[in-house]
């Protein structure tokens, strides 16, 4: 398959952290692609570098990201629009605050879209919002679009910010912990809609997300994330069934715990006083790891065990 995006030996950092230590992926025409790790790990400023929206006191240092074979980096404002914004759409993390409360769901989802296709009018806009609604389950999409944002329960919300992001035939949609403060009724709706998403003709999904559960069931290929860089990737079956890495294992573990368990300690997850060091050649995951031993503290190099799987881990 041919590639859509690829990040290529990215690195952020603030002031004072190394924020991404070269981070490489990529994410080919019509394939959902899921990346996943702990908060604080880089998933989301990953995300924040691809749209141009990190904090102030981030920058990009190094490497390139490239959509559809130019590097976006190289543009701002209205450029990376023309480049990115009108093939590649955004659902974030907080639903609520990406919604301006003082509009109705309608001007929400139409303003951006008939500023950017003033041939098409406000009345067609407006159509096209209802059908996309619609087309996500939502049965009576007019009523909705005359709703403000404090009126819509946290699944309409996401609902409402899936159809905003495919206003524009987009080829790219990247969604920030969808399923984060979702009941489980709706989280239920939300990853049947994402499975659905998955299956559309020409539509390719990156994914970023802590819930294992929900990556399992929507992605192709899983790259797990730690200390700013991927220490494992492969096919959906292959993370599941046959992980590597003793932090994708703890992951998986973890994930299929259930809320009670989820207080005891793994050892892999429990908690360490050193911050990993995300420009060390030698293992991040070192001092949190119980199967180290010494060469971990020497250069660990990127393993290919198959085609599609590879592991940063000397076992
Ligand atoms: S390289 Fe060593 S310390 Fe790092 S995850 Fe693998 S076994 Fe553990």
């Known amino acids: 398959m041919a590639e859509l995006l690829s990040f290529r030996s990215l690195s952020a950092e603030d002031e004072r952290h190394t924020i991404l230590a070269g981070l490489s992926l990529h994410v080919d025409k019509g394939e959902t692609v899921a990346l996943v790790g702990e908060s604080g790990c880089g998933k989301t400023m990953s995300i924040g570098a691809l749209f141009g929206i990190l904090p102030d006191d981030v920058e990009v240092t190094g490497g390139s990201i490239l959509f559809d074979g130019e590097d976006v980096l190289l543009y701002n404002g209205k450029g990376r629009r023309d480049k990115l914004y009108r093939r590649a759409g955004f659902v974030p993390q907080n639903t609520t605050d990406s919604l301006y409360p003082l509009m109705p769901v309608s001007k929400v989802m139409t303003d951006a879209y008939v500023h950017n296709h003033p041939e098409i009018g406000r009345k067609a806009a407006v159509e096209r919002a209802a059908a996309l609604l619609s087309s996500l389950g939502i049965e009576d999409a007019k009523r909705v679009l005359s709703l403000y944002p404090f009126q819509l329960s946290g699944g309409m919300k996401q609902r409402v910010n899936i159809a905003s992001a495919l206003m524009d035939d987009i080829e790219l949609l990247v969604a920030d912990e969808p399923t984060s403060a979702l009941d489980i009724h709706i989280r239920r709706q939300i990853e049947t809609l994402y499975a659905s998403l998955a299956?559309?003709?020409?539509?390719?999904?990156?994914?970023?997300?802590?819930?294992?559960?929900?990556?399992?069931?929507?992605?192709?290929?899983?790259?797990?994330?730690?200390?700013?860089?991927?220490?494992?990737?492969?096919?959906?079956?292959?993370?599941?069934?046959?992980?590597?890495?003793?932090?994708?294992?703890?992951?998986?573990?973890?994930?299929?715990?259930?809320?009670?368990?989820?207080?005891?300690?793994?050892?892999?997850?429990?908690?360490?006083?050193?911050?990993?060091?995300?420009?060390?050649?030698?293992?991040?995951?070192?001092?949190?790891?119980?199967?180290?031993?010494?060469?971990?503290s020497c250069s660990v190099e990127y393993f290919r065990l198959s085609e599609t799987h590879f592991v940063r881990c000397v076992l």
């Open 199 to 296: 299956d559309r003709d020409g539509l390719s999904m990156l994914i970023v997300s802590h819930d294992l559960g929900f990556v399992r069931s929507v992605a192709d290929r899983i790259y797990v994330m730690y200390a700013g860089r991927i220490i494992e990737e492969g096919l959906c079956d292959e993370i599941f069934s046959d992980p590597v890495h003793p932090y994708t294992k703890s992951l998986i573990a973890l994930g299929s715990m259930n809320a009670r368990d989820r207080n005891l300690d793994l050892p892999e997850l429990g908690y360490s006083n050193s911050v990993p060091d995300r420009n060390s050649p030698s293992c991040a995951f070192l001092s949190r790891c119980s199967c180290r031993r010494d060469s971990c």
